[in-house]
């Protein structure tokens, strides 16, 4: 596919000309860039870029693509000029190849051990959440695919977070950016069209006219349980892995950061739960400790805060009790699921994996 003749490449251009393209534009204004990426519920400060000038800025007219989204940040691993090699509306067609001779990320190259890393790009900042729940919407993108599929150019991102946990203790560094119902990253050798396929767009198959990587996920969530009103700091990082070349880029898309409270939850604790086995089998089981006798309501809702599931029990006394909730989402499909025990005046959110 990158070794086109001369007369084939006229031709697609000929053909593709009346096509709309994703418009690329650098963009080194962070603070600009971040407060464009949040919807609502979220206050950032402090932000960071670490990186060559050149990898960093904004996407737009993507409604016209198979992108998936309309507008917002990109971040690459190459450079912007190739991502938006525009002479032929950048189809998956135009190579994305560029080494910007700059270093690896050492976060990056732990979800990928064995493998090290090249050309990072990486934006953090601290934010403040209102809700109890944290998220944002993305796509990601590289030329790795799909000739070095299963190979050690791995390309590789994470969104790291760092904070407290609302289940106890802190989150260090914990990666976001995972693939639907499981812990795995997102990555080359974890996505592509012969592994998790319902999350991958074969663009080159397709044979792409507005996207310059040859494939891409669909638009994806990170989404995490959060301390309302606490400090988190947030690194979003992306690199090439094995070698500096065929980029890769990460899509984030504008005003979809927010942090909201699921319907009917509050942020008290119940002394103490736990969820085994999480993700879940058909015979998980959680367990938690009622202080005082009363009143059980419990709400499971989806990741898009939708209820799936409610009871109610007016006679259940103090102590340790537990929920088979592994029966109960038995026949729900994968995601990530939001568990509110609330008894007595005081509730408990629990995040589970299907």
């Known amino acids: 596919m990158k070794n086109l003749s001369l007369s084939l490449m006229l031709m697609i251009a000929f053909a593709y000309t009346t096509k709309a393209q994703l418009l690329v534009t650098l963009d080194t204004n962070t603070v600009q860039l971040v407060n464009n990426f949040i919807l609502s519920g979220v206050t950032a400060s402090n ?9 960093l800025g904004t996407f737009g007219n993507g409604s016209t693509t198979n992108l998936g989204m ?14 938006a090699d525009s002479s032929i509306a950048n189809p998956a067609s135009v190579f994305a190849n560029f080494s910007n001779s700059f ?52 390309d590789v991102f994470g969104f790291f977070i760092s904070g407290a946990n609302p289940m106890g203790g802190n989150y260090s560094n914990e990666n976001i950016a995972i693939i639907p119902g499981t812990s795995l990253p997102v990555t080359i050798n974890n996505v592509n069209a012969g592994s998790n396929s319902a999350y991958f767009v ?21 989404q995490i349980s959060v301390t309302p009103s606490t400090l988190y700091h947030l690194k979003m990082a992306i690199a090439d892995a094995g070698d500096g070349v065929y980029d890769s880029g990460i899509f ?10 699921p319907v009917g939850i509050e942020e008290h604790h119940i002394s103490s739960s736990n969820i ?26 989806d990741c ?19 929920l088979p909730i592994g029966n109960i989402l038995n026949d729900f499909s994968s995601g990530i699921y939001f568990i509110s025990i609330q008894s007595s005046g005081k509730s408990l959110l629990q995040k589970v994996v299907k």
């Not at 917002?72 to 991502?83: A, C, H, N, R, Y």
């Not at 976060?107 to 050309?119: A, K, Q, S, W």
């Open 47 to 55: 932000v960071q870029y670490t990186g060559v000038s050149f990898t």
């Open 70 to 83: 309309t507008d917002g940040i990109i971040m690459t691993t190459g450079s912007l000029d190739t991502i």
């Open 103 to 154: 270093a690896g990320d050492s976060l990056l190259n732990t979800l990928i051990p064995g493998y090290i890393t090249y050309d990072a790009s990486v934006l953090e900042f601290d934010l403040i959440p209102a809700g109890s729940i944290l998220e944002f919407q993305y796509v990601f993108g590289s030329e790795e695919y799909p000739e070095f599929v299963g190979s050690s150019f791995n």
């Open 202 to 222: 074969d663009n080159q198959t397709l044979g792409g006219q507005t996207i310059v990587f040859d494939g891409f996920t669909t638009v994806l969530t990170a």
């Open 252 to 261: 984030l898309k504008a005003q979809s950061m927010k942090s909201y409270t």
């Open 276 to 301: 085994y086995p999480n993700p879940l089998s058909e015979n998980s089981v959680m367990t938690f400790n009622l202080d005082a006798p009363g009143t059980l309501n419990i709400h499971i809702s």
């Open 304 to 322: 898009l805060g939708h209820n799936v599931f409610e009871s109610s029990e007016n006679s259940r006394q103090s102590g340790l009790h537990s």
